[in-house]
């Protein structure tokens, strides 16, 4: 069923994409503030109070649905199944920002490819070459694609039906809106402790899907010894695993806000370029590939045990 689902989800992001921000984002966002309005009086325990009602209320809401569904039939529990999925799941939500830019930059279109950069990471982007774009196109696309593919995709596999893919997003939603929000402080600092538990095993895992589908050799070695530079070291082992497999350099330097600030370098090999970029989209497909087949796998070795 996992599988199935999965299968399903990937074509259904093909035919129509969804509209992750209006759909999911900001109507949890909205759930979020209203939270934070009520219980955030600077405190740790109210940051745990707030965390469990804005999680578990829907997580259990889901949860007896789908036992539902499953008693009527497996197949509407199938059906929830794929709707999570393509709300919690967002291959397409950042490919075509990625898309775009690759073909401004072989168009010799700067301007445009800072632009939809910008756009995508929602901060200006200072006026820098052609390589300085490419390396933060291959960065958060492969940040985005552990965060919105490989994640999401472990979690429903670990816990059943659709709790494990919803757990992961509203968790991953509700740390960053939280922290960038001015909600830290002893209020935020549970979702975030919460997240990184939630992330440890997902962010291992997306790294050694890297390393088998590319240079595996690089990838560990990034992985061992350069994932602490980045600011992010967990985020870190994800990106210093993928510029190793891809044999890209990374992180050095970094764009923010209109400066070149550095930032660790991550990879080996030459500078990001358009053609890396493509390069980056093939490690990622390679690696939903290797997930998908690790699942029939799985399921075949199930059906034969019994």
Known sequence: MSLFSLIVV??????????????????????????????????????ILGWCLAVLPPL???????????????????????????????FRQFSHFYTDIQLALRLGDLERARSI??????????????????????????????????????????LPGPLGALLYRF????????????????????SQQLFAIVDWLPVR??????????????????????????DDPELGIVLASGAGALGVRLGVPD????ALAESGELGVGEAADADFMQSAVGLVWRAIVLWLLMLFLLGLASLVGR
């Open 10 to 47: 990937f074509l259904l992001e093909q035919l129509r994409p969804l509209d992750y921000a209006r759909w999911v984002l900001r109507p949890f966002h909205a759930w979020a503030d209203f939270l934070e309005r009520r219980f955030n009086a600077g405190s740790y325990r109210q940051g």
């Open 60 to 90: 259990a809401l889901v949860a007896g649905a789908y036992a539902l569904l499953y008693w009527v039939s497996p197949l509407l529990a199938l059906v929830l199944n794929v709707l999570v999925l393509y709300a919690t799941m967002g």
């Open 117 to 158: 950069l910008a756009e995508w990471r929602g901060e200006a982007v200072a006026p820098h070459g052609p390589s300085d774009i490419a390396r933060l196109a291959i960065e958060t696309a492969l940040a985005a694609s552990h965060r919105h593919v490989f994640a999401v995709l472990l979690w429903f596999v670990l």
């Open 171 to 190: 968790s991953h939603i509700l740390a960053e809106h939280w922290r960038q929000h001015g909600a830290g402080g002893e209020f935020g600092k549970f």
């Open 205 to 230: 895992a997306s790294a050694a899907a890297f390393a088998v589908v590319g240079n595996f050799e690089d990838a560990v070695y990034c992985w061992r010894n350069q994932s602490s530079r980045w």
């Open 255 to 258: 764009i923010e806000a209109e």
